[in-house]
């Protein structure tokens, strides 16, 4: 007869109601940023003559693809582009996290992590549970988002030289990619409200569509977080398999048949470990010093990560951009006019006409005006 295992409870207090409390607070500050670059645009709409509020330089955490080129360009230049300093200290930010805590930023903090949770709960209240993807549906959807990731990394890192990577960062359409991305909400397309429409519904139906399956940033941080020292392990003596943390994880890990979770889909949301009814069987450990990390500790060093990072560049008066108030009026009334290359051949094409430029213009910044094609 199979002998009865002596269960210690887990007396650790869930962290989940924390969890939920850092999304409030950055989903808030989101919408705080939202209302300010509000109003900074009612300055430009105006021609000027509306009260001039200052735009939120948090603005460029929304421009993900300008800040990696960023920072990208500060590890191989060491110097920062002036177009939008704040969205390399947030992307570095996110990736020390990623580096610390897994992909703990889509979880914790990333606003759009936040609502398709609330949309995958509200889903679950409808279908009375889960839905189950079959295998060979998830997979090739899973690998959507690394193809995107894909395409853009061979666009950067092999189409593109630090020249054309310089380039574009200070080009116009960069400095106004903020505007254009407000001007795609609040003047939205019949064509784009019906691709936000499937989306939502596609998250009803399927717990964290978009993150699971199109975000090409949370496939990033799905790769840098194979290279965190910190992963979630159960111990398969003091383990009753009782299932609970499988069922509780919203990644579908299947968390009780393996020893270590290691895989990009996790977020480290740490709901696994606050069903485990059993103490010291499934914990946050460090692979290296084998030690358990408190769960609330794992909290507060998140958001402390986050908040050092984006405090140096505050610090150190790399926030805001020196985009004058005089050039976004400008840019304002030519901003259609302005476009980024797409597909190979205009990256290839760009490259080029960068590098004709920047030797004819040696010492002055090359102004470029990217045609819409
Ligand atoms: S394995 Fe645990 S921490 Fe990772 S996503 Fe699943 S429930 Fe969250
Ligand atoms: S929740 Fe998971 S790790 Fe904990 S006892 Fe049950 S099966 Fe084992």
Not at 70 to 94: D, M
Not at 97 to 116: D, E, H, T
Not at 137 to 146: A, E, F, N, T, W
Request: glycine share 6%.
């Amino acid at each position: 007869m199979k002998e009865k295992k002596k269960i210690i409870r887990n007396g650790e207090k869930p962290v989940q109601q924390y969890r939920f409390y850092v999304q409030i607070a950055f989903a808030l500050l989101c919408v705080w940023i939202g209302v300010q670059f509000y109003l900074f645009t009612r300055f430009l709409e105006s021609n000027g003559t509306a009260t001039f509020y200052n735009r939120p330089p948090g603005v460029d955490g929304f421009l993900p693809i300008s800040s990696m080129m960023s920072f990208y360009y500060f590890v191989s230049t060491g110097h920062i582009i002036r177009s939008h300093p704040a969205g390399l200290f947030i992307f570095a930010a996110i990736v020390l996290l990623s580096l610390v805590f897994g992909k703990a930023f889509c979880s914790w903090l990333c606003p759009v992590g936040f609502l398709s949770e609330l949309i995958g709960d509200f889903g679950e209240k409808i279908f009375k549970g889960k839905i189950k993807i079959p295998k060979w549906l998830d997979y090739p959807l899973r690998s959507l988002k690394y193809l995107m990731l894909g395409f853009l990394f061979y666009a950067v890192f092999v189409l593109m030289d630090m020249v054309a990577v310089k380039a574009f960062l200070e080009s116009p359409y960069n400095q106004v990619a903020d505007l254009k991305m407000y001007y795609f909400f609040a003047d939205i397309s019949k064509a784009s409200l019906i691709i936000l429409a499937s989306l939502f519904v596609l998250s009803v139906v399927i717990r964290n569509f978009w993150c699971r399956y199109l975000c090409p940033y949370g496939a990033l941080l799905g790769l840098v977080s194979f290279l965190s020292p910190h992963k979630i392990k159960r111990n398969p003596v003091s383990c009753i398999d009782c299932g609970l943390c499988a069922k509780a994880c919203p990644a579908k890990i299947k968390v009780d048949k393996v020893i270590t979770v290691v895989s990009d889909e996790c977020n480290s949301c740490l709901s696994c470990l606050d069903v485990c009814p059993v103490a010291d069987t499934l914990d946050l450990k460090s692979i290296y010093t084998k030690k358990k990390i408190s769960k609330v500790n794992v909290a507060i060093s998140i958001v402390l990560i986050f908040m050092a990072v984006t405090g140096i560049g505050m610090v150190t008066g790399n926030w805001q951009n020196n985009i004058t108030k005089q050039e976004y009026l400008v840019h304002y009334k030519m901003m259609d006019s302005y476009g980024h290359p797409t597909g190979t051949a205009a990256v290839k094409e760009f490259k080029e006409e960068s590098n004709k430029n920047e030797s004819l213009t040696k010492n002055k910044p090359a102004q470029y005006n990217i045609r819409e094609k």
